[in-house]
């Protein structure tokens, strides 16, 4: 079996480090939830979409190594891995912020993977099966090209469009239950619950 897993928001967290910076920068106040979207939404409301442009640039970028895992995703790579699964990472994002300094995102997300998703000093995915892609088209074609029996995101936009491969089944990673009107995916919480199922599929029948 193969499964493919988005990066940003699936694998990698960002609603502490976003409250961090910030805080820091002065942005928002330091009573603003400790989540990405109420940064996102604070700054909206006060008119600075500039100023959160490049807070994503800067996080993505000079920051990245500070993000962190969700809780439960190493876990299910070790299992995945033991279990005798391939796992790829296949993600869109821009090469390079809209706004402010030029940080490579790409290299920055590859030395994220080189330093957290590790397992006795062993990386838990093959840098040969982790694909950074420009745009969502060019990342779908990669979920098709890559032979994923499995496709695990954060985005439905990813899981139901038109050219999501008919051989991948999605599966949609929905932490804190934004997506709950979609009965049509197969939607879970945690990691721990995802693990569970791929245990359920990989379980001899009896």
Request: proline share 5%; hydrophobic share 40%.
């Amino acid at each position: 079996m193969h499964i493919g897993i988005d990066f940003d928001n699936t694998i990698v967290s960002y609603d502490a480090l976003f409250h961090k910076v910030a805080v820091e920068q002065g942005a928002v106040p330091g009573e603003t939830p400790r989540n990405k979207n109420a940064v996102r939404d604070h700054l909206r409301q006060a008119g600075r979409e500039p100023v959160w442009t490049e807070m994503q640039g800067y996080v993505y970028g000079a920051r990245m190594d500070e993000a962190a895992a969700y809780e439960g995703v190493l876990e299910f790579m070790r299992w995945a891995r033991d279990a005798g699964l391939r796992l790829s990472i296949v993600s869109h994002k821009t090469r390079h912020p809209f706004m402010g300094p030029r940080y490579d995102l790409h290299a920055a997300a590859r030395g994220w993977i080189e330093h957290h998703l590790l397992a006795g000093g062993r990386a838990l995915i093959d840098p040969q099966r982790v694909h950074f892609e420009l745009t969502k088209e060019e990342k779908l074609a990669r979920i098709a090209s890559a032979g994923c029996d499995w496709f695990i995101d954060d985005l439905p936009e990813i899981l139901q469009a038109a050219a999501f491969p008919a051989t991948a089944r999605p599966l949609l990673f929905d932490p804190d239950g934004h997506h709950t009107a979609l009965a049509a995916l197969n939607r879970m919480a945690t990691w721990r619950e995802i693990r569970s199922h791929f245990e359920s599929l990989c379980s001899p029948k009896s």
